[in-house]
């Protein structure tokens, strides 16, 4: 928890603190809906006095939040950021994280949404897919006849970095450097950690920023031109005469990292726990494969694995939902929570691969909607028609696949062991 | 009539379609949807929209 002194509080200011919102609890961490439930009706924004932010949490507020770009989220608008750098200390990592994203205003942040869209279109990611099927097939083989496989060390573990890695054309041998620079990329503007914390993370992203960038020098001097893979397309984009500069392209590796390899780490644990824990949804897949894009996207839902809530970034004083918060002011906006509110979400705690999700914010919503969202539904989707084929009769092993979670992670609920029982070689031994 | 693409999510709007479950029958060119629509998928602002010319 943030240690900063806090002051008296405001007249009229709701507060709370970690006795009605412990991220870290273990208890929140096995089973967060009740705390959400509580913030839900009781606390529905609020200021939390150990986390020192404020904490939003029903459906309706952090979709007006999220769509409100007064709220931002670049880190250099938090009160406590870092004093910015003079130009010539500055590193890869902070040239490239000032000019994404993140940190922009909404005029260019449009502009390179529109310039990176090419990269993310239909032909670039059909390519995309074929390679990440490969891959999933390959951890699918790994299993082989065993009796027994942990889901995140087979499937969760390897998919999504490696996914991401191929995308971005890092070969296999590469991929634990990959992996590192991601987690490193993460950890180094959580607000939730302290500056040591941040600072050893940034410093360690370094090596990955050169290597991407010898990566844009070597495409850019290709006589036949970028390529027309993903990386390619980054490089040869353009609108009206604007292209991407190679902090820019930077900082595209650095959203897309972001949005998709560690935290969708977390998709796949969190879809087989969803539905080999609720056999009769996993039938109706099964039955209706048309399902899955809504299943994929209500298992998330239900299973929130996030643990901290998206930060953002006051760039104004603000009145919001009867409470004035002030320019710079970190606020936790409480997602997980929103899509577990009853009042979106009749029966928040049931799952029903055919609910009408119309309206949800299960990638977020407005400018900063989930850059990532083609890549988690595409993976979802092949690892889950990989596992239904391979595995018909799976179950959890002894009902709840002997789950055990990494207490501290930074980010999320992080389930590292969900151990499912395949029933493949009993099934082969009495035919 | 053009399609379009909301430049943030990807959303692809198809006048020959249109949305009939929000309501916008087929036929509605992306022109005539009312100022304060909004993209179904991100909630984005008609202004994150462009031609769609693939």
């Avoid at chain 1, 406590?80 to 040239?95: I, L, R, T, W, Y």
């Amino acid at each position: 928890m943030n240690d900063t002194a806090s002051t008296a509080a405001p007249a009229g200011r709701i507060e709370i603190d970690a006795r009605i919102f412990n991220p870290y609890s273990k208890d929140y961490i096995r089973e967060p809906d009740p705390v959400w439930q509580t913030l839900i009706r009781d606390y529905p924004i609020a200021w939390h006095k150990d986390l020192q932010m404020w904490i939003v949490s029903t459906h309706e507020l952090v979709d007006r939040m999220l769509k409100d770009n007064r709220f931002s989220p670049y880190f250099g608008h938090w009160e406590h950021a870092p004093p910015p750098k003079p130009e010539d200390q500055k590193n890869d990592f902070d040239k490239s994280y000032e000019v994404g994203f993140f940190a922009v205003p909404p005029k260019d942040h449009l502009r390179l949404r529109k310039l990176t869209m090419p990269a993310f279109s239909k032909p670039v990611m059909a390519k995309i897919d074929a390679k990440i099927r490969d891959l999933i097939v390959e951890c699918f083989d790994s299993i082989g006849d065993a009796e027994e496989f942990d889901v995140y060390e087979t499937l969760a573990a390897k998919i999504p970095v490696r996914a991401i890695a191929r995308m971005v054309g890092v070969p296999t041998n590469m991929e634990d450097f990959f992996h590192d620079f991601a987690v490193n990329i993460i950890k180094a503007t959580r607000i939730n950690l302290g500056p040591k914390e941040r600072e050893a993370a940034m410093q360690a992203t370094l090596p990955g920023y050169a290597h991407f960038r010898e990566m844009i020098a070597e495409r850019r001097a290709r006589p036949e031109g970028p390529g027309d893979d993903f990386f390619g397309s980054l490089i040869s984009a353009s609108d009206n005469g604007s292209q991407l500069t190679d902090y820019e392209i930077l900082s595209v590796i650095f959203a897309l990292i972001t949005a998709g390899s560690d935290t969708a780490t977390d998709l796949h644990t969190f879809l087989l726990q969803a539905l080999l824990s609720h056999p009769d949804q996993l039938a109706l897949l099964r039955q209706k494969p048309e399902l899955m894009e809504n299943a994929i996207i209500e298992c998330l839902r239900w299973g929130s694995f996030g643990k901290m809530p998206f930060f953002r970034f006051a760039t104004e004083d603000i009145e919001f939902a009867g409470q004035q918060i002030r320019k710079g002011q970190g606020i936790g906006v409480n997602i997980m929570a929103a899509w577990h509110d009853p009042a979106k979400w009749p029966e928040p705690t049931k799952l029903d691969i055919t609910r009408r999700l119309d309206g949800n914010i299960v990638f977020g919503a407005g400018a900063h909607f989930c850059i990532g969202t083609y890549l988690v539904r595409v993976q979802g989707s092949l690892m889950l028609t990989e596992f239904m084929k391979r595995f018909p009769d799976a179950t959890l092993a002894d009902g709840d696949g002997r789950i055990d979670y990494e207490w501290t992670h930074h980010n999320a609920r992080r389930i590292n062991r969900l151990v499912v029982k395949t029933n493949v070689a009993p099934a082969r031994k009495a035919a | 009539m053009s399609k379009w693409i909301c430049v943030i999510c990807g959303y692809i709007y198809d006048p020959a379609v249109g949305i009939p479950d929000a309501g916008i029958a087929a036929g509605t060119a992306f022109e005539d949807l009312p100022e304060d629509w909004i993209c179904p998928e991100c909630g984005s602002p008609k202004s994150a929209f462009e031609v769609y010319e693939a």
